[in-house]
């Protein structure tokens, strides 16, 4: 029985995709979810699996190719293949043969495997491929990296006889264009401006010492800094309509719910997940759903439905141990928080010098929508609920 294999339906917001990875090749015994290709859109790579045990008989399109949604790609052949009957377990193990990765030629790998392996400066002949017949994949790239970075000795660049330099060109991803695109467009569209404040962290961090362990205990997850940011955002949100608001055209849009995005960096690039009506969220529940989404971004799993809305962001390059930064606006929002690293400094408190934790935060936003008078007064009232978190618990 034939099968078209069709790209999935794609969002309004996504106009077409791109084939990044062909899995398997015509004639090749798959089983039934195996995943047969990866397509790149601007926010999410989307796989589509095997609809039965089979073989795929024509591919339609290559790698690299622009498609649509819903467009025909493959042709597949369901029952089992002449010869190559396997089982879901072996199409998932390891190729058996210990010399198929070291076989593997420049021209059987995929375009986001040579970027990748290109980007690390990586031997392609010592990662060992996972895939049907030996062949390397994306995450195999990925799991060398991580598993021995000091072990990948960068493969043998072309050196210039006298000068001793040389250079690599790497194309840019689909994602990395799009968010190109998108942080030109907000520059250059709207009337983005910075405002600063600092904010003594210690009563958090008091708090985070003193109920970590019960905690984590009755809630199986940490007590981290991110739902506190989230909350504070969340209750200035509910007194600043302006900052929870966007423009489409002549109109503004004031949106009377929650969606915050997040922004999360992926080994595809910084992507921007939404967490759902934070107001109805507790801590523990903005714990888990950042895990969560923090989780699926690494390991590439984002959906389009992670990926779609969100009101405001709120960043934290602190992590990375950023001081102080300007955050571009995520457009169509018209404001971004952004968190930094928490240093040690001496204050003034009460005409005595303290050593406090401190952190410096910056709010990106859209002048056009928002006046300085909202600008302030929204970051003013987020330092206040982070330096008193019971502000957050009596909505004062």
């Known amino acids: 029985m034939s099968i078209e294999i069709k790209v999935p339906v794609l969002p309004e917001s996504v ?12 004639g090749e015994a798959v089983t039934r979810d195996q995943n047969l290709v990866d397509i790149e859109t601007d926010k999410v790579v989307l796989e589509v699996v095997a609809p039965e045990d089979g073989s795929i008989s024509e591919l339609l399109f ?7 949604g819903e467009q025909v790609i493959a042709k ?36 986001s495997v040579r970027r990748l392996i290109a980007e690390h400066n990586l031997d392609a002949a010592k990662i060992k491929g996972t895939g049907i017949g030996g062949r390397i994949t994306k995450e195999d790239v990925e799991a060398f990296v991580k598993s021995a970075p000091a072990k990948a000795a960068p493969a043998a660049a072309p050196v210039a006889p006298l000068e001793g330099r040389s250079e690599k060109r790497v194309p840019m991803t689909r994602l990395r264009k799009t968010i190109a695109t998108r942080l030109l467009e907000a520059k250059n569209s709207t009337a983005m401006l910075t405002t600063f404040n600092e ?13 970590q362990d019960v905690f984590e205990k009755r809630h199986g997850i940490r007590l981290g800094f991110m739902s506190f ?8 949100l509910k007194r600043f309509p302006e900052v929870n608001a966007s423009i489409d055209g002549d109109d503004i849009v004031y949106h009377n719910y929650f969606d915050i995005s997040i922004a999360v960096s992926t080994p595809r690039g910084l992507v921007t997940p939404v967490l759902r009506d934070t107001d109805t969220m507790n801590l523990a529940e903005i714990e888990k759903a950042v895990r969560d989404l923090a989780i699926k971004g690494r390991d590439g799993k984002l959906s389009v439905a992670d990926m779609t809305g969100g009101n405001f962001t709120v960043t934290n390059g602190g992590v990375f141990g950023s001081l102080m930064s300007t955050p571009i606006l995520n457009l169509p929002q018209s404001a971004i928080l952004g968190m930094h690293a928490i240093k040690d400094r ?39 609920f982070l330096e008193d978190p019971t502000r957050l618990l009596l909505d004062l």
């Open 76 to 111: 597949f052949v369901a029952g089992v293949v002449s010869g190559q009957e396997v089982t879901k377990a072996e199409a998932q193990a390891p190729a058996a043969a210990s010399d198929a990765a070291s076989d593997e030629s420049s021209d059987a790998l995929s375009p």
């Open 62 to 68: 290559q790698e690299g190719d622009t498609v649509l």
């Open 15 to 26: 106009a077409d995709a791109t084939i990044a990875t062909w899995h398997v090749k015509p």
């Open 199 to 211: 904010v003594n962290m210690k009563p958090i961090m008091d708090i985070r010492k003193q109920y």
């Open 346 to 384: 001496p204050m003034a408190v009460n005409g005595q010098v303290e050593i406090l934790p401190m952190m410096y935060l910056a709010l990106s936003y859209d002048h056009r929508i928002v006046d300085g008078r909202e600008s302030v007064g929204f970051l003013v009232a987020i330092k206040d």
């Open 229 to 236: 940011y989230i909350k504070a955002v969340t209750e200035a």
